[in-house]
């Protein structure tokens, strides 16, 4: 076993999904040079993908600084482990795993990839590889601006994007898990998927003339914000007057350009009587992948208390029309993908 198929690409220039190339002699990364003490090679069954598996390639010049070419996208996984490091003992060889590694030259739309082994659970019995293949980024995200909210039962968050990835996740963590009372924006076509996740209150964005001003009416009842799409413009600077005091805006979707970025730190960073906001801001990114929260969205998953919403499934020599259907931002909850041919 020394080479695999991957997909890769070594330019974005009209977009990711126009240059991706399925390569079959692909050499298995754990041969250059060796595989780590801490490591294990998995072999992937499942893979889904997130945004950020194509607006990070796509910012040109930074992204060549981040990631060396030719790459293989994605980031999210479940598979089976196929050779440990020499001072790893929580895995046996033939175990499946699921988990999350950050965005590398050696991403998950191949057969093998390389992991450090805290960024890997142990798949839990009764839950599928495609399910577990959905939670890393979107879960893990939703997971860190939750616990990190300090909320109380019965708090109020607002999730602007309820039915992609990060907003399926986000709605039933927040409302299950941490007991908090949910309003969240979607399209009405999305309202009912929504509603079954446990949404109190939907804002159908489609219907209403602003979403920043339908929740201004409520007055400033909201501990926490999750923004998962990066607009309206307004939004947060409105958020002045729908959070509480003491409340977060956390900001987790959005346009990654360079333009869109300075705008929105400009609106970060200003004043309030120049057009920033009051109210505590954050980008969120997952700067590490904590193997004890997988664990837990793993045991959670498998409680039954949360689920993954997948919204298709493509085969590997699929992977363009993935990315072309989650560039389209339509998709209810995750975009998964089979890499290998396995018993589910």
Not at 22 to 34: A, F, G, H, M, Y
Not at 153 to 176: E, M, Y
Not at 241 to 247: A, H, R, Y
Not at 250 to 268: E, H, N, P, T, Y
């Amino acid at each position: 076993m020394s080479t695999m198929k991957a997909w890769q690409y070594s330019s974005t220039l009209g977009g990711l999904e126009k240059n991706l190339v399925l390569k079959e002699d692909v050499p298995v990364p754990q041969l250059s040079p060796r595989l780590g003490d801490s490591e294990v090679l998995v072999e992937i069954i499942s893979a889904s993908i997130n945004p950020a598996d194509y607006k990070v390639p796509e910012l040109g010049l930074v992204a060549r600084a981040m990631i060396r070419t030719p790459a293989t996208p994605g980031m999210d996984f479940c598979g089976r482990v196929v050779k440990t490091g020499r001072t790893v003992d929580s895995f046996a060889i033939g175990e499946k795993v699921f988990g999350r590694i950050e965005g590398t030259q050696h991403g998950t739309l191949g057969q093998y990839i390389v992991a450090p082994a805290t960024c890997c659970a142990t798949l839990p019995d009764g839950v599928d590889p495609d399910h577990a293949a959905a939670i890393g980024t979107a879960g893990l995200t939703t997971y860190h601006c939750l616990a990190t909210a300090n909320l109380k039962p019965g708090d109020k968050v607002f999730i602007n994007g309820g039915s992609g990835g990060t907003g399926t996740f986000g709605i039933q963590l927040a409302k299950r898990v941490f007991g908090c009372h949910v309003t969240v924006s979607c399209s009405g076509a999305k309202a009912d998927l929504c509603t079954e996740l446990g949404a109190d209150s939907i804002i159908d964005y489609t219907a209403v003339e602003s979403v920043s001003q339908q929740l201004k009416e409520a007055g400033q009842v909201y501990a926490l914000v999750i923004d998962n799409v990066g607009s309206p413009a307004d939004l947060y600077k409105a958020a002045d007057d729908f959070l509480v005091p003491e409340g977060k805006f956390l900001q987790v979707g959005g346009d990654m350009s360079l333009g869109a970025m300075k705008s929105l730190s400009s609106r970060m960073l200003l004043p309030s009587f120049l057009g920033g906001g009051k109210r505590k801001f954050e980008f969120v990114v997952v700067k590490q992948t904590k193997q004890e929260d997988l664990v837990s969205l793993g045991q959670l998953m498998a409680e039954g208390k949360i689920k993954a919403v997948i919204d298709e499934v493509f085969e590997f020599g699929e992977v363009p029309k993935a990315f072309e259907k989650l560039k389209k931002g339509r998709s209810a909850g995750k975009i998964v993908v089979h890499v290998a041919k396995v018993d589910r």
